[in-house]
């Protein structure tokens, strides 16, 4: 259950453009110091919901949606709520479509303050979650061989997210995405991984993030 909680708030966050999970840490500060939310990654604020609100994460999150006028969210990953909400109403901020991939002049960080540019090829979190599902057993020779990370991180990183393939997976791929930085590209991503033992749908999937 504790796997399946971790999941779902990973992909709830993921979910989000970024002006909204700055503004998700920001309506979470009356339970949680601002201090400890602000430097807080999509990753690291699960963690800190997880230990702050234990079997009861889920729910405190989708007050929070609720008030960021999210229901559609709420009701996609069938979040429980003390009350019945609303009929989905289709999300569409300032009236522009969601899905724009990588526009640098949309969204402001709280405050005002303009978002830094922004690589529109640059792979997000949302695009490693999906290769994260895609990836196989293999995971730690794919990052070792493949990505160049150290045999002793990614043991931290199965210690660190216990019996969570899927999520294995993701936090390896985000350390080489970190790393990277701006380099971080979907062909970029495709190159390191086109030999490696993989299921040939990964490679479709990111040959198909190119052709957006």
Same mark, same amino acid.
């Given at each position: 259950?504790?796997?399946?909680?971790?999941?779902?708030?990973?992909?709830?966050?993921?979910?989000?453009?970024?002006?909204?999970?700055?503004? #998700?840490?920001? #309506?979470?500060?009356?339970?949680?110091?601002?201090?400890?939310?602000?430097?807080? *990654?999509?990753?690291?604020?699960?963690?800190?919901?997880?230990?702050?609100?234990?079997?009861?994460?889920?729910?405190?999150?989708?007050?929070?949606?609720?008030?960021?006028?999210?229901?559609?969210?709420?009701?996609?990953?069938?979040?429980?709520?003390?009350?019945?909400?609303?009929?989905?109403?289709?999300?569409?901020? =300032?009236?522009?479509?969601?899905?724009?991939?990588?526009?640098?002049?949309?969204?402001?960080?709280?405050?005002?303050?303009?978002?830094?540019?922004? =690589?529109?090829?640059?792979?997000?979190?949302? $695009? #490693?979650?999906?290769?994260? /599902?895609?990836?196989?057993?293999?995971?730690?020779?794919?990052?070792?061989?493949?990505?160049?990370?150290?045999? *002793?991180?990614?043991?931290?990183?199965?210690?660190? =997210?216990?019996?969570?393939?899927?999520?294995? =997976?993701?936090?390896?791929?985000?350390?080489?995405?970190?790393?990277?930085?701006?380099?971080?590209?979907?062909?970029?991503?495709?190159?390191?991984?086109?030999?490696?033992?993989? $299921?040939?749908?990964?490679?479709?999937?990111? /040959? *198909? #993030?190119?052709? $957006?």
């Amino acid at each position: 259950m504790a796997r399946d909680e971790r999941v779902t708030l990973l992909e709830v966050h993921l979910a989000l453009p970024e002006e909204q999970f700055q503004s #998700l840490k920001f #309506l979470l500060e009356e339970q949680i110091p601002a201090g400890v939310l602000l430097p807080a *990654s999509r990753p690291e604020l699960c963690r800190i919901l997880l230990q702050r609100f234990p079997g009861n994460s889920l729910r405190v999150i989708a007050g929070i949606l609720r008030q960021l006028g999210r229901h559609d969210l709420i009701q996609r990953f069938q979040l429980p709520l003390e009350e019945q909400i609303p009929e989905e109403i289709p999300w569409e901020p =300032n009236g522009d479509t969601p899905n724009v991939r990588g526009d640098p002049t949309s969204g402001c960080r709280p405050g005002g303050i303009p978002a830094p540019p922004v =690589n529109p090829w640059r792979l997000t979190e949302k $695009d #490693l979650m999906q290769v994260a /599902q895609r990836l196989g057993k293999e995971w730690q020779e794919v990052g070792i061989l493949h990505l160049g990370l150290e045999r *002793s991180r990614l043991e931290q990183i199965q210690e660190e =997210n216990p019996g969570s393939p899927v999520l294995w =997976n993701f936090q390896m791929l985000r350390e080489w995405w970190q790393r990277e930085r701006q380099d971080a590209t979907v062909s970029q991503l495709r190159s390191c991984l086109e030999h490696a033992r993989l $299921d040939p749908g990964i490679l479709d999937f990111l /040959q *198909s #993030l190119q052709g $957006d």
